[in-house]
């Protein structure tokens, strides 16, 4: 049955079965993730689920991307492994209960920074990451979901691959899972695959008494994930500089990666859903997660592509997924923490071996023969440096900045000028390309000030001055013809360039008509 659903600004056909089973697939999958992610720097599982609780919630409620699912992230954990060993060394013997105090400022202060910049719409600048970026990035993106499911295959006490039955009933389980995954849609649609295939896999593990991994083995000796709502925790710190100094790179990292995985995450849902999210409103709903989820002994954390991927494959695009999600799983803490200890891994690694297989974009080994070798490079850096250092933000900054460099360096070739004399014995230079910080000295080597008449003209109806550094260069140029006791004339420049042009009393021609109305890039502070 469907219906309109008026849930906050979105107004939207919804259907109501297949949101909340997302919702539910989607719960389940968060479980052994959100206790993973918390393992990494050492905390308890109840940390990871209740940020995973948090975020879910406030941006599904919040978020600019429905259907978007957040939560605590190995990205953001592997952070606080650093901020860990930096208390550990400037106060030797602290205890883990201030530990967290300071994971919680931290995670507090994040949020504040993404909410800033969601106020500034920085959301915006998600538009510069180029395509072989986003490639990249979801290519290592896929191979990190991957390999992370193979600890799952080693004995938890011995460290070593298991083998023999043990083997074999992981290996069997898991490829049940993947089978019904990949099967049941072409039957019907009626029911996630994803959802029917862990209760399938579960109900023979638990029918049949099949001894295999189950969820409560991932977890430490004594540890459980029952518990009851979030309580508050509002950190206990001194308001000093040591504290502050210690805090805010680590916030800054956090509300980085976040923003980056959370916008690339959004872009990625786009192009699937066919529909477009709102960037801004998405940095604003993560900042206020984790604002949110510091205060509830959360973790912190940001988008989580596995996590969106199963939710919108079984065919989520509202929001009541996401809070069906977040609420389940506070169901599960609070009421099924026995039940949802007895899941079989196996379920859920082949669920997410299928979301590696379905994130990876297969089609981009067909570009390789028609993208330039510059993007085919990027890509494949990309992909390797965020499979090999788990490092998001730092794969995709340093895709951006080769693409960049890339760009201009292939741009600066461009400009060129055509030259010659007209009846009268004036030079004429028609540039073309762009004149920018690139191209400046290939523009200089154009002229031959010594050897050219006494008037010139210099004509720029095909070119454009994109910086200050390209007026910098027209500065120059006329400097050299005046020294030279020669006559300059530059035609068709923007009233933007005429204005900055230090020697542009006599020697710009202005013709309204067809002078460029752009804007000039300088520095204005």
Known sequence: ????????????????????????????????????????????????????????????????????????TGAVAVIFVGLILELKETFPGIDPTTILHYVFATVILAGVLQIGAGLLRLGKFIRLVPHPVMFGF????????????????????????????????????????????????KLTKAIPSSLLAIVVVSAVVLGFGIDTLTVADTMREGESIKGGFPPLSIPQL?????????????????????????????????????????????CVAQGTANILSGFLSG????????QSLINTSSGARARLSGITAAVMLLVFIMFGSRLIERLPMAALVGLMFMVAIGTFEWASFKTFRKMPNSDVIVMVLVTLITAITHNLAVAVLLGVIISALAYSWENAKRIRARKYLDESGVKHYEIYGPLFFGST?????????????????????????????????LNKITGRYRKAGKNVHLRHLSKDCRRLLQNADDIIEVNVLEDPTYKVVVDKI
């Open 138 to 185: 979801v290519n290592g993106l896929a191979i990190i979901i991957f390999m992370a499911q193979f600890p799952n295959f080693y004995n938890k006490t011995t460290g070593e691959l298991m083998s023999g039955s043990s083997l074999y009933v992981m290996l069997g389980l898991t490829l049940l899972t993947m089978l019904i995954i990949w099967g049941f849609p």
């Open 238 to 282: 001194p308001f000093t500089w040591e504290t502050f100094r210690i805090i805010v790179p680590y916030a800054g990292i956090v509300a980085g990666v976040g923003l980056i995985e959370s916008l690339l995450t959004l872009n990625i849902i786009d192009e699937i859903t066919e529909t477009r999210g709102s960037g801004n409103k998405e």
């Open 441 to 473: 000295t290939l523009f200089a080597e154009k002229f031959d000030v010594q050897n050219d008449p006494q008037e010139v003209i210099i004509d720029f109806q095909e070119s454009r001055v994109a910086d200050m550094s390209g007026i910098e260069a």
């Open 299 to 306: 973790m912190g954390g940001c988008a989580m592509i596995g």
């Open 1 to 72: 049955m469907r219906k309109y659903l008026n849930l906050f600004d979105f107004k939207q056909k919804v259907d109501y079965k297949t949101e909340m089973l997302s919702g539910l697939t989607v719960a389940l999958a968060l479980v052994p993730e959100a206790i993973a992610f918390a393992l990494i720097p050492g905390f308890s599982p109840l940390t990871g689920l209740y940020a995973a609780f948090v975020l879910a919630l406030v941006t599904s409620i919040l978020g600019g991307r429905p259907g978007m699912i957040s939560g605590a």
